[in-house]
């Protein structure tokens, strides 16, 4: 809809939606792997500083996006680039440390659980986001769906509609960051008193 409201067409916005897509999907690879190898040096700590990375760089590439880029349709690559790029950053969080961490820590009879848990909460929150992005914009920026004309472009709702997302992307990278941060005091505990808990139920079998 951004895209729309820029003038591009649904091409150069669906293009613009994929690029997007194929960042995400090829950072999620990337901080995997890196998280894998530092996490050999710094076991206590990797996985979490690599998540806070992830979530931080979502202020900055949001911010560019949002604001520095000039909202026409002559940036095309600009936009482009970006988006690519915020997608190979921040995308790490699932596969750096979420997952392997609940594989450290939670025995292996509840695996599954929790990763059915996780998946549900984090989407219960995400299912939020639209509405929250709809009120923010319409609320406080003064968007009005009634004079915008989508398909034509609309410079006054772009602009409305960027600040709407920039305040729900930015608010929430930075208390996605905060909360990663207690990991730091209680996950090597956790880790091992999950390979104690291990360690005697393989003693009792």
Same mark, same amino acid.
């Given at each position: 809809m951004f @895209? /729309? =409201? =820029?003038g591009f067409d649904n091409r150069s916005s669906a293009a613009l939606n994929s690029l997007f897509a194929i960042g995400c999907a090829s950072g999620a690879l990337l901080g995997g792997v890196l998280a894998d190898r530092l996490?050999?040096?710094y076991p206590d700590s990797a996985r979490i500083m690599c998540a806070?990375?992830?979530?931080f760089m979502g202020i900055p590439f949001s911010w #560019? =996006? /949002?604001t520095v880029i000039p909202q026409s349709t002559d940036y095309w690559l600009a936009y482009a680039i970006t988006l690519f790029l915020m997608g190979i950053t921040i995308s790490w969080c699932a596969t750096s440390a979420n997952n392997p961490m609940f594989a450290e820590v939670v025995p292996p009879k509840h695996r599954t659980m929790i990763y059915a848990f996780d998946r549900a909460f984090e989407g219960s929150f995400a299912s939020l986001a639209a509405p929250a992005v709809g009120l923010v914009t319409? %609320? #406080?920026?003064g968007y009005d769906a009634k004079t915008v004309n989508i398909a034509n472009g609309s410079a006054q709702g772009a602009y409305a509609l960027s600040? @709407?997302?920039l305040t729900m992307m930015i608010l929430?990278? @930075?208390i996605c960051v905060l909360f990663y941060s207690p990991l730091y005091l209680v996950f090597k505990h956790d880790r091992d008193n999950a390979k104690v808990t291990r360690f %005697?139920?393989?003693? =009792? #079998?």
């Open positions: @895209g /729309l =409201l =820029l996490s050999r040096h806070q990375f992830s979530a #560019i =996006l /949002l319409e %609320k #406080i920026y600040r @709407g997302l929430p990278f @930075g %005697k139920d393989q003693e =009792l #079998i």
